[in-house]
């Protein structure tokens, strides 16, 4: 206490803030699925649906495309 004038909980915010700067989260991309022919059409279907997310986008291709 006598060196900084803190006390011990403010110096050891102090110090814990002042190592954590600077550094952010590790993004790590993700292989891609989809690809070839299928990415384009996907994309064709994605953009017809009004973007809807993945959940609700497979009901809609299952209407849309036949079944093998």
């Given at each position: 206490?006598?060196?900084?004038?803190?006390n011990?909980?403010?110096?050891?915010?102090?110090?814990?803030?002042?190592?954590?700067?600077?550094?952010g989260p590790v993004h790590h991309?993700?292989?891609?699925?989809?690809?070839?022919?299928?990415?384009?059409?996907?994309?064709?279907?994605?953009?017809?649906s009004?973007?809807?997310c993945g959940?609700?986008?497979?009901?809609?291709?299952?209407r849309i495309l036949p079944s093998?």
């Open positions: 206490m006598d060196l900084t004038h803190l011990r909980f403010s110096a050891r915010s102090t110090l814990r803030t002042k190592g954590a700067q600077g550094r991309p993700r292989a891609s699925v989809y690809k070839g022919a299928v990415l384009p059409a996907l994309t064709e279907f994605w953009h017809l009004d973007r809807l959940k609700r986008l497979v009901p809609f291709l299952r093998p």
